[in-house]
């Protein structure tokens, strides 16, 4: 074992005290005391929507900055009833994006890409952009936004020469169609953030790495908890794959060691 994968042992990080907000429940316990009615919408003027607006160009732009994308825009904001996700999604994202930019453009410029649980679609825009031919798949409750964040940037990707494209994909039902297509790299950023969906997520890459050998499938994991950790290394191996720490994503010069980049490889079946 290498001496990088030795350090890797995806052990979770002392969480950092962070300022929170009030949870649901106690927020529900002071509404009912002062017996208001359920606030079912809010106007606001024009005013401060102009002010949201403005916030939300200069937090795309800096964004943009720190993946090394210039004019990239996307909206990081993305939740829905079908995937309730922490911000943790964008922050794998960003630095998967990043680590493509800086250290593989050259290997993405004409290849092709396939990426799984795409969300606001960050990573495969990114990837477009410098050039690859990208699918871009999450479930068929968030694919709107992420098609929405590809017309936004189609100028950009065809700047760059490339390609996006945005397919519905359940990871344990999915057509096989996703399968017969010879993919040059298949990314995912935060997709094995749960036990529930370890053994989705190993099955479907276990299917892609046996279909294409030569594909080389990269995850940003966000490390939350070290039994997590651990469930995955089992499931994976399980499924007949290895995880292979490759580096952890940095912002700037502070490591951010709560995301590793992972590649997965076929191995012996467990």
């Not at 871009?136 to 992420?146: F, G, K, R």
């Not at 590809?150 to 057509?175: K, P």
Request: aromatic share 4%.
């Amino acid at each position: 074992m290498s001496q990088l994968a030795r350090q890797m042992r995806f052990s979770a990080p002392p969480a950092a005290p962070s300022p929170r907000l009030a949870p649901v429940h106690r927020i529900s316990r002071i509404a009912a005391k002062s017996r208001l009615p359920p606030c079912r919408s809010v106007q606001f003027p024009d005013s401060f929507k102009s002010l949201l607006e403005g916030a939300l160009e200069r937090e795309g732009e800096q964004l943009a900055d720190r993946i090394g994308v210039p004019g990239l825009k996307v909206r990081s904001a993305l939740k829905s009833q079908a995937q309730q996700l922490d911000t943790h999604v964008c922050d794998a994202g960003v630095e998967l994006a990043r680590y493509l930019v800086q250290n593989r453009a050259s290997a993405l410029r004409g290849a092709s890409v396939l990426e799984i649980g795409s969300g606001t679609g960050l990573v495969g825009i990114t990837c477009a952009c410098l050039g690859a031919s990208v699918t871009l798949t999450d479930l068929p409750a968030i694919i709107a936004s992420t098609q929405d964040n590809i017309a936004t940037n189609a100028n950009l990707i065809a700047q760059g020469g490339g390609s996006a494209q945005v397919e519905a994909l359940q990871w344990d039902n999915h057509s096989d169609e996703v399968l017969r297509r010879n993919y040059s790299w298949v990314l995912g950023s935060d997709v094995t953030y749960d036990s529930a969906v370890l053994p989705k997520v190993a099955g479907l890459l276990s299917e892609l790495a046996a279909a294409s050998p030569s594909t080389s499938i990269l995850l940003a994991h966000v490390q939350r908890r070290q039994e997590l950790d651990e469930e995955m290394r089992g499931v994976f191996a399980g499924a007949g794959l290895s995880l292979e720490p490759v580096m952890t994503g940095r912002r700037g010069d502070e490591e951010v060691k709560e995301v590793v980049f992972l590649q997965v490889r076929a191995g012996s079946r467990q």
